[in-house]
């Protein structure tokens, strides 16, 4: 993604927040600029029993499903934003906010009710759908992660430049600043989950990656939690919540591991999660129930990884890695009862990647 006037500080977050460079950094993974030109989206047929797959050129950084049949995924394509909806029988283009460069999260009430977070030419925005177009608002500089609870009721969070943590809430007229811990080494909040107006969980790392950093919003106030750190380091990416004793924070280690950390309504733990050969991470976390939930991320060789939860393991589960030598990231996930959505990019950003679980496998 096109971030050409963020500072030092900023773009980490903001590649914290895209998921794939946030490992580009940590595994050296190769970085390739959106310098695509911006096609039609084309349909192409369905080989996979997964639906019509769109065509385009870019990257995906976010994907937020409201039911099986409403799926919306955002991201970059070019010096363009990219907005994608799934009705349940295929993948159409939507055109999406004028003047942005690249959208960065997505939080998804309804069919006409969605919230995109990116950035134009100047600032962070934020963009309301109602089905028909666009209403940009700007919140403030520093917000690189979205999440919905209600219309009037959303939050985004992030950093400052120096390094001071951001969290702000939407209460259906504007934008307000409200008041989160920062670590005395400085931090950023690169994920966030609400699952109602008192339980809102946001994750990241304090500035030099040597830390976790999990904060949570009780109806009242922001508090910081203790989180485990693996020896060497290590930050978090993604985070999901299933009820008020069941959330999950995913990331990777200083070493190249991946990282998983389980709330259970009175302290989070690390808990033992698969690393294929080499060296991985995890960029995202969707979870369904207490017995299903997805983590997604990629090795440093390029290849995608699945993992799921079923209760009582983490176990990596097959996924197609196209790209050829090029590799492919994949950067979040979401999740329903009936189905499950992975999105990226292959590792030039030329083609955006969409994978759907059918409840037997990836494709």
């Known amino acids: 993604m096109r971030k050409p006037r963020l500072t030092r500080a900023r773009a980490l977050i903001f590649s914290l927040a895209a998921g794939s460079l946030a490992l580009v ?9 959106d310098t695509h030109p911006v096609p039609t989206v084309t349909i192409g047929p369905d080989t996979t029993g997964a639906g019509p797959v769109p065509a385009a050129s870019g990257t995906l950084h976010a994907v937020d499903a409201v039911s099986a049949g409403d799926v919306w995924a955002v991201g970059t394509s070019g010096t363009q934003g990219l ?12 055109p999406g906010p004028a003047g942005l460069l690249g959208l960065a999260a997505v939080a998804a009430l309804s069919p006409d009710n969605v919230w995109v977070l990116g950035e134009n030419a100047s600032a962070e925005y934020v963009a309301h759908w109602n089905g028909k177009s666009w209403t940009e608002t700007v919140p403030s500089a ?9 219309a009037t009721d959303i939050w985004a969070t992030g950093s400052t430049d120096a390094g001071s943590t951001v969290t702000l809430h939407w209460n259906g007229k504007s934008w307000k600043r409200v008041a989160s811990p920062t670590p005395p080494t400085g931090g950023s909040l690169v994920a966030v989950a609400a699952r109602s ?12 990656g040597s ?10 106030s922001w508090h910081r939690f203790t989180s485990p750190t693996p020896a060497g380091g290590g930050s978090l990416n993604g985070v999901a919540a299933v009820s008020a004793t069941d959330a999950w924070a995913v990331g990777f280690t200083a070493a190249g591991k991946t990282l998983i950390e389980h709330w259970d ?9 698969p690393t ?25 060789g390029g290849k995608t990884v699945i993992l799921h939860w079923n209760g009582k393991t983490w176990t990596q589960v097959a996924s197609p890695s196209p790209g050829g030598a090029a590799g492919a990231v994949l950067n ?18 030329s083609a955006a990647l969409i994978l759907r679980w059918n409840g037997t496998a990836w494709h």
């Open 25 to 33: 950094a940590a595994f050296g993974l190769p970085a390739v600029a």
């Open 142 to 150: 520093g917000v690189t992660a979205l999440a919905a609870v209600s």
């Open 276 to 300: 294929p050969t080499g060296q991985a991470g995890l960029t995202g976390v969707a979870a369904v129930s207490a017995s299903s939930a997805w983590a997604v991320g990629q090795t440093r």
């Open 265 to 273: 309504g009175m302290a989070w733990h690390q808990l033992p999660s």
């Open 83 to 94: 907005v994608l909806h799934w009705n349940g029988k295929t993948w159409h283009r939507v």
């Open 211 to 220: 830390a976790t950093l999990i904060e949570h919003w009780n109806g009242l």
């Open 332 to 349: 979040a996930v979401t999740a329903t009862s009936k189905a499950a959505w992975a999105v990226g990019h292959d590792g030039n950003d």
């Open 197 to 208: 107006a008192t339980d809102v969980w946001a994750v990241g790392g304090n500035e030099a």
